[in-house]
């Protein structure tokens, strides 16, 4: 049987969309939730990528993305018939605005664990505001949020039966994080999932 591969990608715009934020719908126009395969769902708007992983022993929730999307996220993942009570671990693909900004309140809502690739740790504590890309631009900035556990690169994130391998691919940011992991679905088929964190690369980032 050939093997099942599914590529998740993180949509990310170009830096100077940035500016034009607030007014590109699709960053906050919620998309129906929906089950990607097996215990992997979406929970994030049109142009925002939040995905949930769920187990019978709690939840991962992976991106935060902006300030205003977790009422969104929250609203999605009970519409799926879960609870953001029950995420336990908090996953992050890159420490920009659009994709961090929500952590801090999905932290403390959930009491969740926050795990972020080492490069980045320092730009989510920051909220941004230590980003020498985006540093003197308050828009680009988000609360800060205390990170639980440093990751590097092929650390495993385990949850019940799921285990989620973390591979640095800096660029979009220095800290940019791939997530891989096998999901079965009902049949007993196993797909292997990759979640992409950022295709494009920002001037100054060691590739």
Avoid: C
């Avoid at 939840?59 to 609870?83: C, D, K, M, W, Y």
């Amino acid at each position: 049987m050939l093997p099942r591969f599914l590529l998740l990608l993180l949509l990310v715009l170009a830096p100077t969309a940035r500016l034009l934020a607030q007014n590109n719908p699709d960053w906050t126009t919620n998309h129906v939730p929906f089950r990607i395969v097996g215990n992997l769902y979406y929970v994030g708007s049109n142009d925002l990528a939040a995905y949930l992983l769920t187990t019978p022993r709690g939840h991962v929730l992976l991106n935060g993305n902006l300030t205003s999307s977790v009422p969104q996220i929250r609203q999605n993942i009970e519409a799926l018939g879960f609870h953001l009570q029950d995420v336990k671990i908090l996953l992050n693909s890159q420490a920009h605005f659009d994709h961090a900004g929500g952590l801090a309140e999905l932290k403390r809502l959930s009491r969740a664990k926050l795990a972020v690739m080492a490069p980045d740790v320092a730009t989510i504590a920051s909220g941004g505001r230590t980003d020498f890309f985006y540093f003197n631009d308050p828009s680009a900035q988000f609360p800060p949020v205390s990170v639980d556990r440093v990751l590097h690169d092929g650390d495993q994130v385990k949850m019940g039966a799921t285990t989620l391998t973390a591979h640095l691919t800096a660029g979009h940011t220095p800290g940019d994080t791939t997530w891989t992991l096998d999901v079965p679905d009902e049949a007993g088929h196993v797909y292997h999932v990759l979640i992409f964190g950022g295709a494009s690369v920002n001037p100054g980032n060691n590739l």
